[in-house]
């Protein structure tokens, strides 16, 4: 009994250790698939987001080159329009010397040509003020465009250098739920062997007790046997003749309603009737 005590003792701490590392054991592994689905649900979204932002990018930077085109086409017909504007300039002084030493005959259609150049001025100074104007506007785009496109080019690039990170965490996770799967099959199979063994010792024991019920009932039979016998041995022989002939009395008794009879006095009565 003192060794399947201590076996019990031993079972018991191996229970309880199992069992604690059991739900230990399940709690990290639960902690590990939450962690290991946000860090998937965080990479998910890092492409989504990257994705949505590549596609503004592309917007900006079409629009952003457009501008710039555009800019490049209005300073280009400024150009063109100051050139025109100092030619014009140049024939109207050109034109005034001549009015200045030209007779009659010849004033009015040099006046005439003077009226039309310095419409052509006007209408070329109007021509660079809209350009210069379209221009400032086309450089204020510029400069919303740029900026926008710094922007997301910035936040691109953070997310990007922040996805090694989370990747590196989720194949963490990843490794610490394997290795976890693994071990806690074998925390199971350990829990049931001791609760195998409990059953054999519980089987043991149960037989143990059968067993001790069984000496302890045959002891009091034994002692009940030996009493008698030590009681009938101290009887007197006068007090056993009267319990063999109590005995007998008895027996007659059950010839006589039940029709018993012995072969003996049979064969007795047979014989007196011949």
Request: charged letters at 40%; aromatic letters at 4%.
């Amino acid at each position: 009994m003192k060794s399947i005590s201590k076996r019990v003792a031993q079972l018991q701490k191996t229970r309880a250790r199992t069992a604690k590392m059991r739900r230990k054991t399940v709690q990290s592994l639960k902690s590990a698939k939450k962690l290991h689905r946000k860090s998937a649900s965080t990479i998910n979204s890092m492409q989504r987001s990257v994705s949505k932002i590549r596609s503004e990018l592309d917007e900006i930077s079409n629009g952003l080159q457009h501008s710039l085109a555009q800019k490049e086409s209005i300073q280009r017909l400024q150009v063109y329009a100051e050139d025109r504007l100092s030619q014009e300039k140049e024939r109207k002084k050109e034109i005034e010397k001549e009015l200045a030493s030209t007779t009659s005959d010849a004033r009015d259609q040099l006046e005439f040509t003077l009226v039309t150049i310095s419409t052509q001025i006007n209408e070329i100074r109007n021509e660079i003020r809209q350009r210069s104007s379209t221009g400032k506007k086309v450089n204020k785009l510029i400069e919303e465009y740029t900026a926008k496109k710094s922007k997301l080019t910035t936040k691109i690039k953070r997310t990007l250098e922040s996805r090694p990170e989370v990747t590196k965490t989720m194949h963490k996770n990843k490794k610490n739920i394997v290795k976890l799967e693994k071990r806690l099959p074998s925390l199971i199979k350990t829990e049931e062997n001791v609760k195998r063994n409990f059953s054999k010792i519980n089987s043991i024991i149960r037989e143990k007790a059968q067993e001790r019920k069984r000496t302890k009932a045959k002891r009091k039979v034994s002692r009940k046997t030996k009493a008698k016998e030590k009681y009938l041995g101290k009887q007197k022989p006068k007090e056993k003749y009267l319990g063999r002939q109590k005995y007998l009395g008895i027996q007659k008794l059950k010839e006589k309603y039940l029709g018993i009879q012995k072969p003996k006095e049979k064969y007795v009565k047979n014989a007196d009737k011949n």
